[in-house]
């Protein structure tokens, strides 16, 4: 039985402002918790007027306190731009508030623009002349396990500081990747690995294939754990999956061209008129992509979960009209039989 978890960006349609997002966000959240999905992440996005989704280490704090069954995480910290240490004592807070409901995602890409990306970043943290050197990002990773489990190596200078506040907890690691690269850093380092599907890379499977192989057990957990996060639209018919469906084939292709707008309507994206380049795009996202009746997503979604070897999908659905959004979430669920827990 595949195990069902959510991904939030926050997205903001068009005509409407990030505190309706943000209202979306709760509502969704304590949705899904009445539906019976495992996790709910909020991702971090910066730089775009289409995501309300800056700060997920405070959006987190609001929505463990809104929820009772899910976990609750990141999905996830953008490492590159920060402190192990600070985001360390972040999630130690979290759970220390939330005891066993907190995960702590990570990720290495900027979600951002470069510019933004270097306003982020205080101290060293990678940066040289306003460009990220990825080849620090696996000490920042280190560091981070080693605040969380207070096993900094002893020649490590600052091996005497301990990320408050301190306790027996701290919540389970996961790094999220579209590369062979995060998950090459996920198993040597001994966190949990969730490929981005959604994202990009056709090789996902063999991915996380591969961190399976290479994983060594940590302090944080002594075998592998993976997930893999898939786009995923549901409506009543085909007809009116793919309708919705066009306003995400949109919003992508603007992404391509630099141009981070709202999320657009279904009729906006059913007036523009797409070149070949474009039409080749818009395919390649909806590769990527599960579109449908509940009984083709659930199909689709079992697909990809044998082909990634795992028992745990992540799904992201965005779409311009939020009442269809959480109908999707609700017929997935009814779709996999999840178990409703009453309000």
Request: a negative charge.
């Amino acid at each position: 039985m595949v195990r069902l978890s959510v991904l939030d960006q926050s997205p903001i349609a068009a005509g409407r402002k990030p505190a309706d997002a943000w209202a979306e966000s709760l509502e969704l959240a304590r949705a899904c918790d009445r539906l019976g999905y495992h996790r709910y992440w909020l991702a971090e996005h910066h730089a775009t007027p289409a995501l309300a989704c800056s700060a997920p280490e405070i959006m987190i704090a609001r929505i463990a306190g809104e929820t009772r069954n899910m976990r609750i995480g990141a999905g996830g910290v953008m490492l590159s731009h920060y402190s192990p240490l600070k985001v360390a004592e972040q999630f130690r807070m979290l759970e220390l508030m939330f005891p066993g409901r907190i995960d702590l995602g990570i990720g290495r890409a900027p979600g951002s623009d470069g510019l933004t990306a270097v306003a982020l970043a205080s101290g060293p943290n990678g940066y040289s002349d306003g460009r990220f050197d990825p080849r620090h990002f696996p000490r920042q990773v280190a560091d981070l396990v080693g605040y969380l489990t207070d096993a900094m190596p002893a020649e490590h200078p600052f091996a005497h500081i301990a990320a408050m506040p301190v306790g027996p907890d701290a919540p389970p690691v996961w790094m999220l990747g579209s590369s062979d690269q995060s998950a090459q850093v996920a198993a040597l380092l001994g966190t949990s690995f969730c490929f981005a599907h959604f994202i990009g890379g056709d090789a996902g499977a063999e991915v996380t294939a591969m961190y399976r192989k290479l994983f060594r057990p940590s302090a944080l957990q002594q075998a592998p754990a993976t997930s893999v996060g898939t786009f995923v639209l549901v409506a009543e018919s085909q007809e009116e999956a793919d309708r919705l469906a066009r306003s995400r084939d949109l919003f992508l292709l603007r992404l391509r061209q630099g141009r981070h707008l709202p999320y657009p309507t279904p009729e906006a994206a059913e007036a523009h008129d797409y070149s070949a380049a474009e039409a080749a795009i818009v395919a390649d996202g909806r590769s990527r992509a599960i579109v449908g009746t509940p009984e083709a997503v659930r199909a689709g979604i079992e697909e990809l979960a044998r082909a990634f070897g795992t028992e745990e999908v992540v799904a992201l659905t965005i779409c311009h009209d939020f009442g269809a959004r959480l109908r999707s979430y609700e017929l997935l669920a009814e779709a996999f039989g999840l178990d409703r827990i009453a309000a």
